[in-house]
């Protein structure tokens, strides 16, 4: 498996990690009868819950673009140094956000996003020119 593979891999490990919040955080504070029952009514909320739920949701947007730009090179044999990069700048950089976000420290969460995605315009450049 290429790298740029692995941290497409870790990417949704991340996600993964975030969804298990948000469903411990629910249980916490809703209880165990909400989580498992048939959720007609909505969900009490906290400060924790809007912020894991706007992690998730910014997390699915930036990995749709990046996995979709891994897959474009993985399939067309256009890996090299500015993709290894890129994917490494998305990864990292999206490790550091989640927290970063959940904690509620705003002007170096939006640095860390656009390190980000600036890794997911590195991919996409090559994607672009095919340059090797």
Partial sequence: ??????????????????????AANTVVHN??????GPRDEAARENVFSGRV???????????????????????ADLENS????GAALYFWSRL?????????????????WSVGLFGTLMVLYVCATGAL
């Fill in 82 to 85: 500015v993709t290894k990069m």
């Fill in 31 to 36: 209880g165990m009868g909400y989580a498992v």
């Fill in 96 to 112: 550091a956000y989640a927290p970063i976000y959940l904690l509620g420290i705003s002007v170096i969460r939006t640095i860390v």
């Fill in 53 to 75: 739920k706007r992690t998730i949701s910014n997390h699915i947007e930036g990995l749709v673009l990046f996995g979709f730009a891994i897959l474009i090179i993985e399939t």
């Fill in 1 to 22: 498996m290429s790298q740029e593979l692995m941290y497409l891999f870790g990417s949704i490990v991340i996600l993964i990690g975030l969804l298990v919040a948000q």
